[in-house]
């Protein structure tokens, strides 16, 4: 065995065994044929079965009906999107603290505070099945919090990148999946109150700790925890819906971190990063549910 072969062969052993088993020895042959091993090769060997491994572990391989995904985050999106209202919460509780809350100008410090109370709403049809409701309010959520920097031109609408992809993806969910009743056949009668108090605690913990820099991780920590127990961590369709609940949040909170610990980034950086890059991500991944592929002669309906 040559010294390029070996290398490869440690390098493949990197992918799941029915792979290798599979398709082990044709890859090998490939590899070969182009000589020594560069670090390009080591780098795209290894992406590979990274990609791979994370495409199996989110059930992003097949197998899974997208309407199944579409009705989890049906039911599930309304009750993540309210992590956005944090800073509007954090902003209240001060009010309350030093005793002035019945003097607070509303439209000026949470101007944001009726698209957080749409929202509550949506949730809340959402987990009645009123689907159609609950899309509805949906809509108007996502087009009052794009509003908002017209009512209040220093409203820095680009922090919630994230959420307002998340909420994008919620709404999308109610218009055209199965809905929440579907949702909560597939993930069970648990999941929605171990995922709200999830949310619960993340929220908390930002506005009881005044929003110290770790509290972000903290948050997004809790969050995902929340969501994949939710959604079942052995369920395939669990798993994928979790994962488009998870993402924007994740990378709204990178937008955060980046602002705070590497410093101030142009505005439209602060709206490409947390909206462009979440769903290029569930893109690449292919987390976003897709229609299946009928074969020929397949009828497209039952009976057609």
């Known amino acids: 065995m040559s010294g390029a072969e070996r290398r490869y062969r440690r390098l493949l052993a990197l992918y799941p065994r029915d792979h290798r088993e599979h398709r082990g020895e044709e890859m090998l042959g490939v590899l070969l044929e182009g000589g020594e091993p560069g670090w390009r090769d080591y780098a795209d060997l290894v992406a590979g079965a990274l990609r791979l491994h994370l495409r199996r572990v989110f059930a992003l391989d097949g197998g899974v009906d997208p309407r199944d995904v579409l009705a989890v985050v049906s039911l599930l999106g309304p009750i993540a999107v309210l992590v956005g209202a944090t800073s509007a919460l954090r902003e209240v509780a001060w009010w309350v603290k030093v005793g002035s809350f019945w003097q607070m100008p509303w439209s000026e410090q949470v101007p944001d505070a009726p698209v957080w109370a749409i929202w509550a709403i949506t949730a809340v049809l959402a987990l009645c099945g009123l689907r159609r409701s609950a899309a509805v309010g949906a809509w108007v959520a996502c087009a009052a919090y794009a509003w908002l920097p017209t009512v209040s031109p220093t409203w820095p609408i680009a922090i919630n990148g994230g959420i307002v992809l998340l909420g994008l993806f919620a709404a999308a969910a109610l218009t055209w999946s199965a809905g ?45 925890l929340g969501a994949f127990l939710a959604c079942g961590v052995r369920s395939r369709v669990g798993r994928r819906a979790a994962l488009v609940v998870v993402v924007p949040v994740l990378v709204g909170l990178l937008t955060w971190v980046l602002m705070h610990f590497i410093g101030r980034i142009p505005e439209v950086l602060q709206v490409a990063i947390p909206v462009a890059l979440p769903l290029a991500v569930l893109l690449v991944l292919g987390a976003l549910p897709r229609g299946r592929r009928r074969l020929p002669g397949t009828p497209s309906r039952p009976g057609a």
Do not use: D, N
């Open 180 to 224: 929440p009743r579907r949702g909560r056949e597939l993930v069970g009668g648990a999941a929605v109150p171990l995922f709200t108090a999830a949310v619960g605690v993340a929220v908390s913990i930002e506005v009881l700790t005044s929003g110290p820099r770790w509290v972000a991780f903290a948050e997004l920590g809790v969050l995902a």
